[in-house]
């Protein structure tokens, strides 16, 4: 008799991973099925979904990101899906969290039957990734509700997959004790084209990619194009849309560069035709953020685009180390901007070579697989 899986992913994101997910499982003797909500997160409307063994679970709506409809639509997300998991009885659980509500079902049901393998997959931690130092203050009590509802559980599981190894960092008191292992982020294929050039032209070019919102560090940015602007002239291609979009432009038009906005690009060829007019892409979140990798971090790496880059963590270890991109230093943005600016074409083309060895060796699909293998 086939052993079963049920694979969990509430906003059904970051789809990729929960595919290899279920690829490894499947080569392991597993008959896997995925459960997702019906609801998107993203639009706020009704999602379909088109996956092989995949059922959605019906889910309440809400209109507003942080709101009691929000976190009730999840609890109550998370107890049906385990009530589908009852009636199909697998033998393994694989649950990609937040929402931290899913981590406290998988525990509640591993206690009743703890022959069931357990996988926790954390690809965010919140409260901890909340970007508001007030509101976090202001905050305090709901929020270490909001964290304990996903420690309590942590103990239950067998195995937990971390998306970067800051998470591990920030939470080590949780983890101690457990098996665990991160799990990259991951990616189809360098996008890159060979051989890898500079752009040419007097001017520093950086591309900005992904939603345009309160964790993008608009200030900063500014600053450091000001700075650039003052040793070359400089541009910022936008690719991508949101709510703070108007005060990005305005501000990056206001410190000298000039903007070209391309709203949302999801076609690979025509993203990589902005990336290789650029220098440089530009990871600039707020510091009040706990990020380790993104998936923009991902699409430039594998469009052979170097970073200007403020995130710690995975990301300035691997940049730094593999020599793909340049540190924005907040207390010391004209050095950043010196040695952007300073770079030679030569010197650009060979950080372009390293951005993709980096990606193939840590981000691929391949780089993930390894880690997978010890899923059993």
């Known amino acids: 008799m086939a052993k079963r899986a049920v694979c969990i ?25 995925y459960l997702t909500a019906d609801f998107s997160h993203f639009t706020k409307g009704p999602m379909e979904i088109s996956i092989p063994d995949g059922e959605q679970v019906k889910t309440r709506p809400y209109r507003r990101n942080l709101s009691l409809a929000r976190i009730r639509s999840h609890q109550c997300f998370a107890r049906d899906a385990f009530r589908r998991v009852a009636q199909l009885q697998p033998d393994l659980i694989y649950v990609m969290v937040p ?6 079902e998988a525990a509640k049901y591993k206690k009743k039957h703890p022959q069931v393998r357990l996988v926790l997959d954390l690809y965010d931690l919140w409260p901890e990734t909340f970007p508001s130092r007030k509101a976090k203050k202001l905050l305090a009590l709901p929020f270490a509700l909001w964290r304990q509802t996903r420690d309590s559980g942590l103990a ?21 004790g457990k ?22 032209g007097e001017e ?4 900005y990619l992904g939603s345009i919102n309160s964790l993008i560090d608009i200030d900063t940015l500014a600053a450091l194009l ?44 025509q993203r990589q035709a902005v990336f290789d007019q650029c220098h440089f892409g530009v990871n600039i979140m707020k510091n009040s953020v706990c990020v380790g990798l993104t998936m923009k971090s991902l699409d430039y790496f594998a469009g052979g685009l170097p970073v200007l880059n403020t995130i710690e963590g995975d990301t300035r270890s691997l940049v730094e180390s593999c020599q793909a991109g340049i540190p ?47 899923l059993e």
């Open 226 to 269: 000001r700075e650039i602007k003052a040793l070359r002239p400089v541009a910022l291609h936008i690719i991508g849309e949101g709510e703070t979009r108007e005060r990005l432009i305005a501000a990056a038009q206001a410190a000298g560069a000039r903007v070209v906005f391309h709203g949302r690009v999801y076609d690979p060829a």
């Open 179 to 200: 098996q665990v292992r991160t799990l990259p982020l991951c990616r189809d294929g360098v996008t890159a084209v060979s051989p890898l050039r500079a752009p040419e």
């Open 99 to 104: 929402p931290n509500s899913l981590a406290r």
């Open 328 to 374: 924005i230093l907040r207390e010391n943005l004209a050095e950043t901007a010196r040695r952007a600016a300073r770079q030679t074409p030569e010197e650009n083309a060979a950080m372009r070579r390293n951005t993709v060895r980096m990606f193939e060796e840590h981000f691929s699909v391949e780089a993930v697989r390894r880690v997978l293998a010890e």
């Open 9 to 33: 992913s509430c906003f059904n994101f970051y789809v990729r991973r929960v595919d290899l997910v279920m690829e490894q499982l499947r080569g392991k003797g597993y008959q896997c099925t």
């Open 156 to 176: 239950a599981a067998d195995l937990i997959f971390s998306e970067c190894d800051l998470f591990r960092q920030v939470i080590a008191r949780q983890l101690a």
């Open 204 to 207: 520093l070019a950086l591309c």
